[in-house]
């Protein structure tokens, strides 16, 4: 075996190490931003409140989110990511614990105002340790396959969450999201050693790095900006469909519950799906903008037929689930898109940045989708998530421009 081949042994071995332990804290972060809407009907009648009041959890979870992100990047960028993300963790699992044991609803709130703070630490720290610690070869499939375990935590919470709150009431749904918390980052903490240490840019990056000036100035500039406005713009177009789409079926034409929670998890899943195949066509074009614009237009199709016909049960399901294809087929061409435009030694700042558009938008998203079910208008969240989704063609289109 030559020094070649051990060296490509060793670089493969070290990639698998690192997506492994990058995508289980993101699969706890995605499952986390999911741990509240399956328990929306039992927390309403534990403390007798309204959609919006419901609402008001999420929106203190993405305000936190969205002031704190981006210094959570500048963070991650002069410390260990691995630190941050740990911390991250420990954070969020403690705030679940401590909303499980809530005596009033306005503890929950303040409960999901620290799992907002825990959750700025995943996008820099995770983008920042696989952009500098996976090998070149191998970027695109990286971010796939965290991408990947994101969308699988998103798809494993409603069901599971909902058995748990099943048998151990929602309380107890709590308590157990917050134990993956604290296994992950025991995780981490102890198994780590290939994302120890502080990521800095390689040597002959440094010139580079300091001509582009990686500070609050390059977050300002149009590429980057539009990349704020796309990720934001995608969020609530994604958002009307994962947190509200169950309540809204319901609603608009006596689905059962059952069925659309089918429906729904089927859009997570193939989500999940779609991501793993846009991880490889990503690794095999240039063409990031065009996978992401025929993606999104195929989604908002999707999921516009879902809100103007009335469709029996599997053609719904069918229809949900190449929703879910389509969205996540968009995904590592997203990412790639951004780290196209990122300067070496920025990608905590950069990630961290632009991703505060989930957050600005799961500030506004609880309360427009909150507002139309409480008018009785469940039809507007479909049709709103559809228009939200081909909204965002147009910001790829501009940031592929320049």
Do not use: C
């Not at 309403?44 to 704190?68: K, Q």
């Not at 969020?92 to 799992?115: D, E, N, R």
């Not at 390059?218 to 994962?242: C, D, E, K, W």
């Not at 196209?340 to 700042?349: E, L, M, Q, R």
Request: aromatic share 10%; no cysteine; proline share 5%.
């Amino acid at each position: 075996m030559t020094p070649t081949t051990l060296t490509a042994e060793a670089a493969r071995t070290t990639d698998t190490k690192v997506i492994t332990l990058v995508s289980a804290a993101h699969f706890v972060s995605h499952y986390y931003i999911l741990v509240l809407p399956p328990l929306f009907l039992l927390l309403r009648d534990e403390f007798a409140v309204s959609f919006i009041e419901l609402g008001a959890a999420l929106t203190a979870f993405n305000v936190i989110s969205a002031a704190m992100q981006t210094p959570a990047g500048f963070l991650v960028d002069k410390v260990s990511a691995r630190a941050v993300l740990v911390g991250g963790l420990l954070l969020g699992a403690g705030a679940l614990a401590g909303a499980s044991v809530a005596p009033t609803f306005w503890v929950v709130v303040a409960m999901f105002a620290f799992l907002g703070l825990a959750n700025t630490v995943y996008h820099p720290a995770d983008y920042a340790l696989l952009s500098h610690r996976i090998s070149a070869a191998r970027m695109s499939k990286a971010y796939s396959i965290h991408t990947f375990s994101g969308i699988l935590g998103s798809a494993v919470a409603p069901a599971s969450l909902a058995l748990l709150a099943l048998h151990f009431g929602w309380r107890g749904a709590f308590l157990g999201a917050a134990i993956l918390g604290f296994a992950v980052a025991a995780l981490l903490m102890l198994g780590g050693d290939a994302i120890a240490g502080r990521d800095a840019p390689p040597p002959h990056a440094k010139s580079e790095s300091a001509a582009t000036e990686p500070t609050w100035r390059l977050l300002l500039t149009p590429a980057i900006l539009l990349n704020l406005v796309f990720f934001f713009m995608l969020s609530l177009a994604n958002g009307g469909v994962q947190n509200y789409s169950v309540v809204a079926l319901e609603a608009l034409r006596g689905t059962p519950h059952q069925v659309a929670t089918v429906g729904l998890s089927a859009y997570l899943l193939l989500s999940a799906f779609g991501v793993l195949v846009g991880g490889y066509a990503a690794a095999n074009t240039s063409r990031h903008d065009g996978i992401v614009i025929a993606a999104l237009a195929a989604n908002a199709l999707a999921v516009l037929a879902i809100a103007l016909f009335d469709v029996p049960t599997p053609l719904l399901i069918l229809l949900m689930s190449a929703a879910g294809l389509f969205q996540g087929l968009a995904m590592p061409s997203r990412d790639m898109l951004v780290r196209a435009v990122t300067p070496p030694g920025a990608f905590g700042k950069v990630f961290g940045f632009v991703t505060t558009g989930f957050n600005i938008a799961g500030m506004v998203a609880p309360l427009i989708f909150g507002w139309m079910m409480d008018q009785g208008n469940p039809q507007a969240v479909l049709l709103a998530s559809a228009a939200f989704g081909l909204a965002t063609i147009p910001t790829v289109m501009a940031a592929a421009r320049r």
